[in-house]
């Protein structure tokens, strides 16, 4: 089959590779229904973090199991499926506790960025529908995989409950559902900080209730305009970098959270400063295996549509053109039709 990989940055292809098979009696092989570009595929194909060796690209996905190990015992062959981005066994004490994210045999998806993908611990990641959803609700379905359970993970991090205020630093995918999850949290003032018309309609859809365009002191000085020199009880930090942060930090009122979800690049935080600041930071890769029953019960239900934020969709032949899109800041999220 054929399968994206990246070769260095910038360097992404569509290539040839050996078809996947089962490698432990507890893989699963599934067939994509759809599959995406993460914002955090970014930051290799930028440079940021860098890797000697062509890299398999894509860890969202749902589609059919078409074959299973021989000791997979709540997956089927014909099932839809969909899988967090983090592999688990949900059977070990931190999975149980709900940290899924952190089991103790935790491996992170790799290679779903092409028709077929192995997906280890299958009955532990995977979370089967009882029925076919229909083809306009896979993009939904597969939003849920990482990019909505991020960001509602960000707003449980961060504390989001009813009536609360709440800021979303960053308008990427990620910060756009981290506004949806504030709103189904019952947040009841939504600051969305985003610069880009489409991002901030996108946001008010969602439920952002005002929209902050403006960046560092300035930003951090307009919110707290907006909530009376106060601060927002909780803020969810959606980018990763330390001007976000500091803007995340600076917004939250004390005795506030943080919830960050954007993984971390050459950010530092003063021991003093946060000593005297008395806010809490929470955050961490989402535990989305945890969400994935009731998020994906919204989505058949129709009481959420996150598969919104795809504004860009592609044969997966041109998944380069979409990594491209998104780095220019052409795209939000690129959905790849398989």
């Not at 959606?238 to 976000?244: D, M």
Request: glycine share 10%; hydrophobic share 40%; proline share 7%.
């Amino acid at each position: 089959m054929y399968a994206t990989l990246m070769h260095a940055p910038g360097d992404v292809r569509y290539e040839r590779v050996d078809d996947p098979k089962i490698l432990h009696p507890t893989d699963a092989i599934i067939a994509l229904s759809a599959t995406c570009i993460c914002g955090s595929d970014l930051w290799p194909y930028r440079g940021a973090q860098p890797f000697d060796e062509p890299m398999h690209m894509g860890h969202e996905y749902c589609g059919v199991v078409v074959e299973v190990g021989r000791e997979v015992r709540n997956i089927r062959p014909g099932q839809f499926v969909v899988g967090s981005f983090v592999l688990s066994d949900n059977t070990c004490p931190h999975c149980r506790f709900g940290y899924p994210s952190s089991c103790e045999q935790r491996e992170f998806m790799t290679g779903a960025q092409a028709p077929y993908a192995r997906v280890p611990l299958a009955d532990g990641t995977l979370v089967p529908t009882e029925e076919m959803p229909t083809p306009e609700q896979i993009p939904h379905m597969l939003a849920t995989s990482d990019v909505l359970g991020t960001g509602y993970y960000a707003a449980e991090a961060a504390g989001v409950k009813e009536g609360s205020t709440a800021v979303i630093v960053g308008d990427g995918a990620v910060g756009l559902m981290a506004v949806l999850s504030a709103r189904l949290m019952g947040a009841e003032r939504i600051i969305a900080m985003s610069r880009h018309k489409s991002r901030q309609q996108l946001a008010r859809d969602y439920g952002a209730t005002d929209i902050v365009a403006s960046r560092g002191e300035e930003g951090i000085s307009e919110v707290l305009e907006l909530t009376g020199g106060i601060g927002a009880d909780a803020v969810l930090e959606c980018v990763g970098l330390q001007q976000s942060m500091d803007q995340a930090l600076g917004v939250c009122r004390p005795g506030g959270s943080v919830g960050f979800v954007g993984v971390p690049h050459e950010v530092t935080f003063s021991g003093e400063g946060l000593f005297f600041a008395q806010k809490r930071l929470f955050g961490g890769p989402a535990p989305v295996r945890r969400y994935l029953p009731d998020l994906m019960n919204k989505v058949l239900k129709a009481e959420i549509e996150p598969g919104r934020v795809f504004d860009l969709n592609l044969p997966l032949a041109q998944v380069a053109e979409g990594y491209k899109a998104m780095d220019e800041r052409r795209a939000i999220k690129t959905l790849l039709r398989v």
